[in-house]
């Protein structure tokens, strides 16, 4: 690809990254993306980050955009006839892209995800011709190369008329640029790019046309930087008006593709020849491969580069994507290659330690002694060899440690010195007998203290310390020294199983620190694993997590939480020039940071950060003056530099992709781009929002969250998901809210946020409510009215029935009754006929009797407690006869309505009782009481007669009567009596649902 302009990148971004080129000897490592990562095509041609943050790339096998996660790729209509080999993208200052083709100019719509053609002046609908050449100028006039013409578009434009351009015709317009003064740089020539020309269209400032032959062939790159210097390949001129002038870059000998501004003055070349940083101060210009093991010539030819808002560098080539990014750590790894003789013997390492001249020597176990080249990873190796006698004993090393200038102590199943001259495995000899003997053990630590004196930790044996200048032995049998550790002092740490221990070489006095009983957490059978001091504290690793030891108080703490640390086991510790403690764990590496905040000490690291080694091992670490670290583990060796390892500082935006949506006409997409607010229609079902934070650096550890302000009433912890699905929202006004973390947890807790309003449908509307509320309070009017109407009726009715009993049926009864009574006097009839007549008129009276009641219940006047009440009295007063009667009456003092029906029933079941009390029952007393209270009746009906069994009574008798008279009314009876001792019956009825009394239906009156 041919670019269009020269990029310039400012510090906002590039604060770390120019950490990562600080020196130009600093080579890059670059993650190569391609097909199998969701490429389209492996040929990348252009690169563009648009203002949200997305990487657009121009394929040959169309568009793709890049979130961090995957490819989005997006084709021409290959109907159409056109190209889906893309050369040149665009993003004006309105936010469209443009994209030039093999067949012409495009613009991508990025909300339909549509292709429409760039429409041409004079041109057919589907434009034709190679479109490489793209420029937005300072005036913010669009500038297509299209074919053998030069096209220009204003904001103003709809289309983009054909522009003149001074000088013969041409074939193809290869590249644009722009000066200061408006002026339009271009490179045109043949279609093969063998005769380049560079032309000066003239601009605001005017000036002279300018046409410049350039010899060199395939020179058709046009760059004009920060200080108006123009740049077409390796040729520069200080003076965009005047002819250009070459400028030498010895390293690079082809043709120019593209090219990238630092703000320090530096340059990104892309090239036929591969990636090239280059100073023009210095004139030196670095080159980077891309690809990690063999380079293959697709890589190698570089189209496109680009240095993202994050300062990562993107590089487009013939053989894929590639990608440094500043903000991973960069851990390096030496590790054992069968197919490589110069790579370390054996992948699980024991010590580390540095000799005179520089090189690392690095025991394994299992693959002898090896000495490294820091600079090129290169290792000689040192093996166990049976026809050798001065060879090593064995290939498993514990323990090394460098005395003097040129001794290596190797401590194996016994001690050795090496000699890295003769390479000879020397055995130290043992003295005769004596306390002071030396260890046939198994060496597993081993330290030098510079005066003269090696130590050496055995297995089971204890703690020794050998002479160098006389060979002697000193013994410190009740020491276990699994590990030592000197301090500046010259005292001596050890580290054995539940305890460490400080001894004083001078005076052989010791002193042990048991963690058992010191730090709870811990037990006597921890193993000390490393030891680290620091002057003021004792740093320990174990078995059991990290531990300390203030030396001024001689206490122990647990500096770190539980399952703060991803395993149980430290096995070692190193500091770097901070202070900070590098952990090698069973479960990665950890730096642990000591002044920072609780939460802050601990950041750990994993095969995906490019650690190399999940365990590591005991003591095995070292760092170089240079402040390098090494850590060793069971797949190789760890090594980095400390201020290289940092958390990732850049903010990641937050952007919303996609919503989705469920309703009644079946699922629907809302177009994002530019959305301000977004309406869902009333009986919306669901709503899917979709989302993600533009972070390059190793995406899938981003974290989300999110929530529906309005709706939700906490963040909702999304994860690492990008989606929030929302059912059956209520109609009202929300927010919508994302926030999100990069993958070191630095949140953007601004986020993105989006107005929500669910619009409601017509019965949610308020207005529908008003208007279901007038019409639901004029029906309950119309049913009130109806119900008074009836009401009424019903009383007229009642009271008409009344009347006629009373007046017409009353009057015809006491008529028959005074013409029986009179005719049954006359002497002339038999004595059986008068009785007979006597009969009649009993029986009349008594109809004329019950017919008063039925007029009493009928009649409404009588619906309340105080009519009930004057007519027990007055039944009582015929029913009981002579009898002692006791009438008790509580009833509130504005009376208490009663319904027919439950005044008929109670006033039934009064006369039912006093009867049995009169007639069966023998009393001489009867007590009543009758009491209204709290929408309840309480009837209470007590005699001093005979009494009986209440099991006994037959369903013919008065009291099954009564019985059957309460379940219909739905009230409760509850009767007392037994031989000899009376009866009390006692009658509860709710009085709900009754209606008003006479008093309060008098005040009923129709609405008018």
């Not at 670059?30 to 690169?47: I, K």
């Not at 006929?833 to 006047?861: C, H």
């Not at 309340?864 to 009981?880: D, F, I, K, N």
């Not at 009085?991 to 129709?1006: A, E, H, I, K, N």
Request: aromatic residues 8%; hydrophobic residues 40%; glycine residues 10%.
């Amino acid at each position: 690809m041919v670019p269009r302009r020269s990029a310039i990148v400012g510090l906002a971004g590039l604060f770390c990254a120019a950490a990562a080129l600080a020196s130009p000897d600093q080579l890059l490592v670059f993650e190569r993306l391609g097909p199998e990562n969701g490429l389209p095509h492996n040929t990348v041609n252009d690169l563009l980050q648009d203002r949200q943050g997305f990487l657009w790339l121009a394929t040959d096998g169309g568009l793709s955009r890049y979130d961090g996660y995957g490819f989005a790729s997006h084709r021409i209509d290959p109907t159409s006839g056109a190209s889906n080999v893309l050369m040149a993208l665009l993003e004006d200052r309105s936010g469209e892209l443009w994209v030039g083709s093999e067949t012409g100019l495009w613009r991508f719509d990025r909300a339909a995800e549509e292709f429409r053609a760039a429409p041409l002046e004079g041109a057919p609908e589907a434009p034709t011709g190679f479109t490489q050449a793209l420029l937005e100028d300072r005036s913010g006039r669009l500038w297509a190369g299209v074919g053998p013409a030069l096209y220009a578009k204003r904001a103003e434009d709809s289309v983009f008329a054909r522009a003149s351009v001074p000088g013969p015709p041409f074939e193809r317009v290869w590249s644009l640029a722009s000066d200061s003064d408006d002026g339009l740089w271009a490179i045109v020539g043949d279609a093969g790019g063998l005769h380049p020309e560079l032309r000066r269209i003239p601009g605001v400032a005017g000036g002279q046309a300018v046409g410049v032959s350039i010899t060199e062939r395939f020179h058709v790159s046009v760059f004009i930087d920060s200080q108006d210097r123009l740049w077409t390949g390796p040729i520069a001129s200080k003076d965009a008006s005047a002819a250009p002038r070459r400028v030498e870059v010895p390293e690079l000998s082809s043709y120019l593709n593209d090219l990238v501004e630092l703000d320090d003055g530096r340059f990104w070349l892309a090239s036929a020849e591969g990636l090239f940083l280059w100073d023009p101060e210095s004139g030196r210009a670095v080159r980077h491969r891309l690809h990690r093991g063999a380079p293959t010539w697709q890589s190698e030819q570089v189209r496109s580069v680009l240095v993202d808002h994050a300062g990562g560098l993107w590089v487009g080539t013939l053989g894929g994507l590639f990608h440094h990014d500043p903000h991973l750590p960069r851990f390096r790894h030496w590790r054992h290659d069968p197919g490589d003789p110069d790579s370390l013997s054996a992948d699980p390492i024991s010590d580390i330690v540095r000799g005179p001249s520089g090189d690392l020597w690095i025991g394994t176990f299992g693959g002898g002694l090896n000495r490294v080249d820091p600079e090129s990873g290169r290792a000689e190796r040192f093996r166990h060899d049976n026809q050798v006698d001065d060879s090593l004993p064995g290939d498993v090393i514990w323990s090394l440690a460098w005395e003097g200038d040129d001794r290596l102590w190797v401590g194996v199943k016994d001690l050795r010195i090496f000699d890295p001259v003769g390479h000879r495995f020397e055995r130290i000899p043992a003295p005769q007998s004596g306390a002071s003997s030396q260890p046939e053990a198994t060496v597993v630590s081993l330290r030098a203290d510079g005066r003269g004196r090696v130590w050496l930790g055995t297995q089971r044996q204890g703690l020794f310390a050998y002479e160098v200048d006389t060979g002697s032995w000193v013994s410190f049998p009740d020491l276990d020294a699994q590990q030592i550790v000197i301090s500046e002092a010259g005292l001596l740490w050890i580290g054995s199983r539940g305890s460490v221990a400080r001894l004083n070489p001078a005076t052989g006095e010791s002193e042990r620190f048991p963690l058992s009983s010191t730090v709870g957490a811990l037990l006597p059978d921890v193993e000390v694993l490393d030891l680290h001091d620091d002057g003021r504290t004792l740093w320990v690793a174990t078995t059991a997590g990290l531990a300390r030891l203030e030396l001024a108080t001689e206490s122990w703490e647990l500096p770190v939480e539980s399952g703060r640390l991803p395993g149980t086991v430290v096995f070692s510790i190193q500091s770097d020039d901070r202070g900070r403690l590098w952990l090698g764990t069973n479960q990665g590496l950890v730096r642990f940071s000591p002044e920072a905040q609780a939460g802050g000490r601990v950041r750990s690291y994993e095969l995906a950060d490019g650690i190399g080694n999940v365990e590591f091992n005991r003591h095995s670490r070292y760092r170089s003056p240079d402040g390098m670290i090494y850590m060793g583990g069971m797949n190789g060796v760890t090594f980095f530099r400390p201020d290289q390892i940092y958390d990732n500082p850049v903010v990641p935006p937050v952007l919303l992709t996609r919503v989705q949506t469920l309703g009644r006409k079946g699922e629907a997409q809302v177009n994002v781009d530019g959305l301000a607010e977004l309406r869902l229609p009333p009986g919306t079902a669901e709503v899917t929002f979709s989302f993600t934070a533009l972070n390059f650096t190793r995406a899938e550890r981003n974290r989300y969250e999110y929530m529906l302000e309005g709706f939700d009433a906490e963040w909702i912890h999304g994860g690492n998901s990008r989606a929030a699905r929302y059912t059956n929202v209520p109609p009202g006004a929300y927010r919508f809210r994302v926030r999100a973390a990069n993958n070191d947890g630095l949140w953007n807790e601004t986020g993105m946020s989006l107005p929500v309003v669910v619009r409601p449908a017509f019965w949610q509307t308020w207005w529908f409510r008003v208007l279901a509320l007038a019409a639901i309070v004029a029906a309950a009017y119309q049913v009130y009215r109806l119900r008074v109407r009836r009401l009424i009726e019903l009383e007229r009715m009642r009271l008409r029935i009344a009347g006629d009993l009373h007046d017409e049926l009353g009057s015809e009864l006491s008529g028959i009754a005074l013409a029986t009574s009179r005719l049954a006097g006359k002497k002339y009839l038999a004595e059986a006929d008068r009785r007979r007549l006597a009969d009649v008129s009993a029986s009349s009276v008594q109809v004329m009797q019950g017919l008063r009641d039925i007029v009493w219940y009928v009649n409404p006047d009588h619906d309340s407690m105080r009519s009930l009440e004057a007519r027990m009295r007055s039944a009582a007063s015929v029913l009981l006869g002579g009898l002692e009667h006791h009438f008790e009456v509580d009833l509130p003092g504005d009376g208490v309505g009663i319904d027919m029906g439950t005044r008929r029933g109670i006033y039934l079941i009064f006369k039912e009782l006093l009867t049995n009390a009169a007639r069966h029952a023998g009393a001489s007393r009867v007590e009543t009481r009758l009491v209204a209270r709290n929408g309840e009746v309480l009837l209470e009906v007590a005699d001093d007669g005979v009494g009986f069994n209440p099991a006994d009574a037959t369903d013919g008798s008065g009291l099954a009567s009564v019985r059957r008279r309460a379940a219909h009314m739905k009230a409760s009876l509850d009767l007392t009596s037994r031989p000899g001792s009376g009866c009390r019956v006692r009658l509860s009825v709710k009085m709900t649902g009754t209606r008003q009394s006479r008093d309060s239906v008098r005040r009923l009156r129709m609405p008018e």
